[in-house]
Each structure stands twice: as C-alpha cells, then as structure tokens.
C-alpha cells in the first residue's frame, strides 16, 4: 500500500472489556463509558475526510463508528471482525492459564475451537488488501487491529504482541520513506 493512510480505531468500552474477558464474536453493546469514548473518537475524526470506511459488523465497532459520524458511508467488513476465541471466548487471560498453565499467550494458543493466529493474519492482509489508496479508516477490535498492523509492517502476526491498544484509541499506519511505518499509535 503506497501513498495511503489507514486509520485504526478500536472499538470503546464493552462489559467485557472492562472485565478482561475475551471477547471475540460475542455480540456486545457498549458501555456508557464506552459510548462516551465513540463521542471522544469523533471529536478527534471531525472534518477528516476518508476515502473508505472499513467497520467490522460486531455490534461494538459498528456502534463506536455510527456516534463517530461514519456509519452512512461504512463499508461492513466481515474480515475485519475480531479473533474467534472458540472455547476461550467469555474467559479471562487468569482463567485460561488455570487451564493451559502460566505460560499460555493468546499469541502462543492454544486456542481450541477457535481460529490460528494465521488465520487472523489472513483475514487481516484481506481488508489490507481491499483498502483503497488514500486514507481509510477502519473500526475494529484490539487484537485484529493489533495483527494488521504486524502484517501491514511485514512482521510475522505474534509481533502483534507488542502492540497494546486500549479502548477507543486512535492509530495511524503508513510510511516512512517508502517504508510500512506507524505514523502514531494508541493515541486519546
């Protein structure tokens, strides 16, 4: 991708989130707080123009991109949606190493009845892919927007680990001299 900007805002504040469960395809709304963080994101987006908007269809991302101005001109991306965590989806990071021991890392698995970290990485270098040149934003999830940007820079995906992106939070991808580069990341 030459000449382009891709925007990555992750979704706000969930129940789950806030809890530190894994979230993955569960369908959840946002919290106040949450809502409160969308309306944070669409201070910082006003009067920026983008020539696509990317939004996963889980309801969290579609939710913080409608009270951020965007959802009429959203394209809804089905590749764009979170990991599928398969059994360890509602768990928290504790409660999987009771089970897989303290070593366990969602980047390391297992994550049984779920998808690879490759097959993340996959749908990731799709929407990449399918992104126009110019700016695009894209509102997704944390660990999905973590492994784009692992792909986008040309790193394995369990780079993604390093990272961390809260709720609500802006970044930016493009280039440094001809080079994948993050512009800003995790920014209020």
């Known amino acids: 991708m030459t000449n382009s900007e891709l925007w990555l805002v992750r979704h706000g504040e969930t129940a789950w989130s806030l809890t530190g469960q894994h979230t ?8 106040e707080k949450g809502r409160h963080e969308a309306r944070a994101v669409a201070g910082r987006l006003a009067g920026i ?9 889980l309801r969290r991302a579609r939710e ?8 009429a001109q959203a394209r809804i991306e089905p590749n764009a949606m979170e990991w ?13 190493k009771e089970i897989y021991g303290p070593d366990w890392t969602i980047w390391q ?7 690879t970290l490759e097959e993340v990485a996959i749908r990731a270098r799709r929407v990449l892919e399918s992104a126009p040149k110019g700016r695009t ?9 973590r492994i784009l940007t692992a792909v986008h820079l040309g790193l394995p995906p369990a780079a993604a680990r390093h990272f961390a992106l809260a709720t ?13 580069a993050i512009v800003r990341w995790n920014c209020a």
């Open 24 to 31: 993955g395809r569960t369908d959840l709304a946002l919290t």
């Open 49 to 57: 123009h983008f020539d696509e908007v990317i939004v996963s269809p």
């Open 64 to 71: 913080t991109c409608e009270i951020a101005g965007f959802s």
């Open 84 to 96: 599928d965590y398969g059994d360890l989806n509602g768990l928290t990071r504790a409660q999987i």
């Open 109 to 115: 698995g297992p994550v049984p009845g779920g998808e």
């Open 137 to 145: 934003v894209i509102f997704a999830h944390g660990h999905f927007l």
């Open 168 to 180: 609500a939070k802006l970044s930016i991808l493009g280039e440094d001299y001809g080079h994948p």
